[in-house]
């Protein structure tokens, strides 16, 4: 793949590897990030994209290739590269002792700074659920509150790995609105998901990963379009409404945090 022009990118990555013993998981992988984008990777399990990831964000050590975030080299200054980040997890795990006003303020501690908890949680419409602990949330709120921790610091980028897994329609609809005031915002989102029309409403961008390697990039649209180029063609089944808009329609979008 091409060198990534790095004009207007946020993030950087050339010739990205990374081997476990003689496996390699992720092959020669350049990409870039621009700045303001939601930028998807989509990918099958082991594809690799997660790795590539934990790589970005510090959280593992390439073998090879360089990566920039925010113009710095995350190996020569990986403290810097964390501060300017944030990551919400998959399974994020809080401690059970602590409610949701102390856990921000826990969050802001490891930055040095100090934030204002009620104005973070009225951002994911958590106000009500200050003095809750974490644990007994729903999933949507674990959820929300989740993205709300990797805000604390104000990041320039924020990695999202598979955010509505395991969430209810009206949870999913509430958190991609969510991400959207997020990229309003002017916050770089990087997101995973194994959802397609998670990644169709949300990126901008897509990288698709199989076996290490990027197989393509480009937006949604454009890459719908170079498929029917190839001739590719489906049974077209002319429906208006699918059954999530019935549960929709029948239940209502607004939430149902318990």
Same mark, same amino acid.
């Given at each position: 793949?091409?060198?990534?022009?790095? %004009?207007?990118?946020? $993030?950087?990555?050339?010739? /990205?590897? !990374?081997?476990?013993?003689?496996?390699?998981?992720?092959?020669?992988?350049?990409?870039?990030?621009?700045?303001? #984008?939601?930028?998807?990777?989509?990918?099958?399990?082991?594809?690799? !994209?997660?790795?590539?990831?934990?790589?970005?964000?510090? /959280?593992?050590?390439?073998?090879?290739?360089?990566?920039?975030?925010?113009? $710095?080299?995350?190996?020569?200054?990986?403290?810097?590269?964390?501060?300017?980040?944030?990551?919400? /997890?998959?399974?994020?795990?809080?401690?059970?002792?602590?409610?949701?006003?102390?856990?921000?303020?826990?969050?802001?501690?490891?930055?040095?700074?100090?934030?204002?908890?009620?104005?973070?949680?009225?951002?994911?419409?958590?106000?009500?659920?200050?003095?809750?602990?974490?644990?007994?949330?729903?999933?949507?709120?674990?959820?929300?509150?989740?993205?709300?921790?990797?805000?604390?610091?104000?990041?320039?980028? $924020?990695?999202?790995?598979?955010?509505?897994?395991?969430?209810?329609?009206?949870?999913?609809?509430? /958190?991609?609105?969510?991400?959207?005031?997020?990229?309003?915002?002017?916050?770089?989102?990087?997101?995973?998901?194994?959802?397609?029309?998670?990644?169709?409403?949300?990126?901008?961008?897509?990288?698709?990963?199989?076996?290490?390697?990027?197989?393509?990039?480009?937006?949604?649209?454009?890459?719908?379009?170079?498929?029917?180029?190839?001739?590719?063609? %489906?049974?077209?089944?002319?429906?208006?409404?699918?059954?999530?808009?019935?549960?929709?329609?029948?239940?209502?979008?607004?939430?149902?945090? #318990?």
């Amino acid at each position: 793949m091409a060198k990534p022009d790095s %004009k207007n990118a946020i $993030i950087v990555v050339e010739n /990205l590897v !990374k081997k476990f013993g003689d496996f390699t998981a992720v092959d020669g992988v350049s990409f870039e990030v621009h700045e303001g #984008e939601v930028f998807g990777i989509l990918g099958p399990n082991g594809a690799g !994209k997660t790795t590539t990831l934990e790589i970005i964000e510090t /959280l593992q050590k390439q073998t090879d290739g360089s990566i920039t975030v925010d113009g $710095i080299n995350t190996i020569e200054h990986p403290w810097e590269v964390k501060a300017r980040i944030g990551v919400q /997890l998959q399974q994020a795990n809080f401690y059970p002792e602590l409610n949701l006003i102390e856990l921000l303020r826990m969050f802001a501690a490891m930055y040095d700074i100090e934030v204002k908890p009620m104005e973070m949680l009225k951002k994911v419409q958590l106000e009500d659920k200050a003095k809750s602990y974490a644990n007994k949330l729903s999933g949507g709120q674990r959820q929300r509150f989740s993205i709300a921790t990797t805000l604390v610091n104000n990041p320039r980028v $924020i990695f999202l790995d598979e955010p509505t897994t395991g969430l209810d329609p009206q949870a999913r609809i509430n /958190l991609w609105e969510m991400i959207r005031e997020i990229k309003k915002s002017g916050t770089t989102v990087v997101l995973t998901t194994h959802y397609m029309e998670e990644a169709e409403q949300l990126c901008d961008r897509l990288a698709i990963m199989d076996h290490g390697k990027i197989v393509k990039i480009g937006t949604p649209k454009q890459l719908i379009t170079d498929l029917l180029k190839t001739g590719f063609k %489906k049974e077209v089944k002319v429906q208006e409404a699918n059954l999530e808009d019935v549960f929709i329609s029948l239940t209502g979008r607004h939430l149902r945090d #318990e």
